[in-house]
């Protein structure tokens, strides 16, 4: 066997009283493909954060010496993160200056230039991406491709270890498909690849080793052949419950309409899931914030707002970092929380305990910063904090980016039972199973409402065929 | 055309309306003299500008601008001109007390603008220290060089031009330069990619202390002489002109060239409203105006980029 690209020998990492790693040992070969799974705060991001160098376990050993971003960086270990991690106000190029510290001094954003498009062209052929083009400009897909294409790339020595943490996520199913495919053809290299997904069928389909955590720890660790997606799930410890059956056609008042330039109107009734489907960045964000603009209020806050949003960017536009959880959690609600413009503690606090049982948030004190979270958990703290508003409608905007398969199903029933007490839901998500969920189903291509799903109708082949009808 | 240069747009349009203003004002301003006249005091606010900028790009703010070029100014008029070995010295320390204070604010996470508020009580003590009453003279070389007459075009325009160019190279196309705006726009990034974000946000000091002493230096090369609050001003004039030059207050996003353009379009404000004989109380006020006139323009651009 050749040596290992790198190798961790059982390491530790505890923040405070959460133990993130617990007696974790992993080696990587090269040519394999790792796939890691796990529930939210299972430890796969700490995992990732130590083998990229930028935090040191306190106890085991990584890679044999003392070992930090730099090193990590000289051994050809790449990251492709799961929050997007450019400098939005910078060129693509200068990105690349950025990424590669080993790029000349002089005539480096012509040599920065090239390697950029050529790893795109090879990734991603037909990305139609420009490298002078600011980061700030692209959208959400363009700017996952672009970090993926850096991570492949290199100036001097080709990256050994390239770490993808989510990279799916905001891509469609055909730009997923060529990361994919070029993950096999990097491998095929002698390249290794440590693949995070929580969709399984990537991990199945790609990967060679599986390896599944749980609680900080590793749990199953086998070539990818012997799991099927019904033991993977298993072993990860969660139950894939059934999803909660369709009801029959709602027919209530409209409470929300809206007409768009081009394709068919908008309408939402009353205790309606509406799905709006397509591939990513097809307008389905847009209407959402103008629905957000037309209903709430511009400049005085309205004591029953009509309209509530949960954002899936929550780093961009979701929490406030530097508040407590409980504090996240409460903000929307606050008119109703206050008597004369004071807020009553008491029931903040009430109202918080109640929803932290309610939707099951993993923290000991809702005191806690909210970055003392998992991604998973602080997604859910969003949640929170719009179905405790009383507005009669909840715009979601892809909220499930990253999450497990466990909370989703916990905020799948939540979404649910809110619905059948009166509830409207407004809900874009990129995912297929979710749209399995909605009422109704609207399908958006190229900024326009292209089809209408109701009920029965609604299926993935369905959702497929109206967002590439006329494409070639 | 990229965002960057239509961010451009918009001062290079206010510059010209104003210099179109004044001209039709007062015809004999547009000739070799009087546009020396009009924007020599443009030069160090220029190039205080810039060194705002580079605060600016890494997300601080340096509220002891003002304070910091009339120390300069101080030191320029005494020391540089009386024993230059010790001037220099004084002034590289400062340098260095930039770098400083840059890994202050970074390794205690301090605020900027509380730092550099103290700093600027320290830096008006010192300058009063140093030149308790006006006075002080320029030494003659920086006299000579800020006088000097270059044919066809005055020296203000091609100093202007000069820092702008420089300034440009060094922010917008070196290393450094991207390091320190990539700094303002995503730290995590830059600490990922191993490039360390402390020596990083120094050098950003370093550089801006290094452009706020050509700032002391020119502005007591026109005066001749120098005071203790001689550039007080300067603070809040290098924010307005950053900002009125298409730079942002955070995010990293900043131009060099705008900042420049800021610069001379603020100078250019106070005169134009000498000419319209606007009462000096009424200047400030109208300079705000100014302002928000060109600010609100850019908002308008804004919106029609992103309806486009």
Known sequence: ?472 | MTPDRLRLLVPVMALAALLAGVFYMQPRAASYNGLNLLLNLAVPIALATIAQMLIMAVNDLDLSMGAFVSFVACVTATYLKDAPALGLLILAASVVIYAGLGVIIHLRNLPAIVVTLGMSFVWTGLAVLILPAPGGSSPDWLRGLMTVKPPLVPMAIVASVLIALVAHLLVMRSTLGVRIRALGGNARTVARSGTSVIATRAAAYALAAVFAILAGMALVGLTTSADANIALRYTLLSIAGVILGGGEFIGGRVSPIGAVIGALTLTLAGSFLSFLRISPDWQIGAQGAILILVLALRLLFNRLEARR
Not at chain 1, 27 to 44: R, S
Not at chain 1, 45 to 73: C, E, M, W
Not at chain 1, 331 to 360: C, F, H, M, V
Request: a neutral charge.
């Open chain 1, 1 to 472: 066997m050749q040596d290992p690209v790198l190798q961790v020998h059982d390491i530790a990492v505890r923040f405070g009283e959460v133990t993130a790693l617990d007696g974790v040992s992993l080696t990587i070969a090269p040519g394999e493909c790792i796939g890691l799974v796990g529930h939210n705060g299972a430890g796969k991001s700490t995992l990732i954060s130590v083998l990229n160098g930028s935090l040191t376990p306190q106890r085991g050993t990584v890679g044999g010496q003392p070992y930090d971003v730099a090193r990590a960086r000289a051994l050809g270990v790449r990251c492709v993160f799961q929050e997007l991690s450019l400098c939005p106000n910078l060129t693509i190029t200068e990105n690349t200056r950025i990424a590669h510290r080993d790029l000349p001094v002089l005539g480096w954003r012509k040599l920065a230039r090239r390697i950029v498009r050529d790893s795109l062209d090879a990734i991603f052929p037909g990305h139609g991406i420009d490298a002078r083009a600011q980061v700030g400009e692209l959208s959400i897909a363009q700017r996952q491709m672009v970090e993926i294409a850096m991570a492949f790339s290199s100036p001097a020595a080709p990256p050994r270890l390239v770490i993808l943490d989510e990279p799916t996520s905001s891509l469609d199913a055909g730009l997923a498909a060529q990361l994919l495919a070029h993950v096999k053809r990097f491998i095929a290299q002698d390249g290794a690849v440590i693949l995070v997904s929580h969709i399984l069928d990537e991990i199945l389909s790609t990967a060679t080793r599986i390896v599944v955590m749980k609680d900080a720890r590793i749990v199953a660790e086998r070539p990818a052949g012997e799991f099927t997606q019904a033991s993977l799930v298993q072993a990860m410890g969660s139950s894939a419950r059934e999803l909660t059956a369709r009801r029959a056609q709602i027919t209530g008042d409209d409470v929300l309409s809206l007409s768009l330039p081009h394709g068919l109107p908008f309408h939402a009734r009353k205790g309606e899931i509406v799905g709006l489907a397509g591939l990513g960045g097809h307008g389905q964000t847009r209407m959402l914030l103008a629905l957000h603009e037309a209903h709430a209020p511009q400049w005085w806050p309205a004591a029953t707002p009509a309209v509530t949003f949960v954002a899936g960017d929550r780093r961009l536009n979701g929490t406030f970092d530097l508040w407590s959880i409980l504090k996240n959690m409460t903000a929307a609600a606050l008119p109703d929380l206050a008597r004369y413009g004071l807020i009553r503690s008491g029931e903040e606090t009430a109202q918080a305990a109640t929803w932290k049982n309610r939707i099951a948030i993993r923290t000991p004190d809702l005191q806690n910063p909210i970055l003392s979270l998992s991604g998973g958990n602080q997604q859910k703290v969003l949640f929170a904090r719009a179905l405790a508003t009383r507005a009669p409608v909840v715009l979601m905007d892809d909220p499930m980016r990253g999450v497990d398969i466990g909370t989703k199903q916990e905020v799948y029933r939540i979404i649910r039972d809110e619905a059948d007490r009166g509830r409207t839901f407004v809900w874009y998500s990129t995912e297929m199973e979710e749209m399995g969920l909605c009422d109704r189903v609207y399908v958006f291509r190229e900024g326009a409402i292209v089809a209408e799903l109701v009920g029965d109708e609604i299926s993935e082949h369905a959702i497929l065929a109206a967002s590439f009808k006329g494409a070639a």
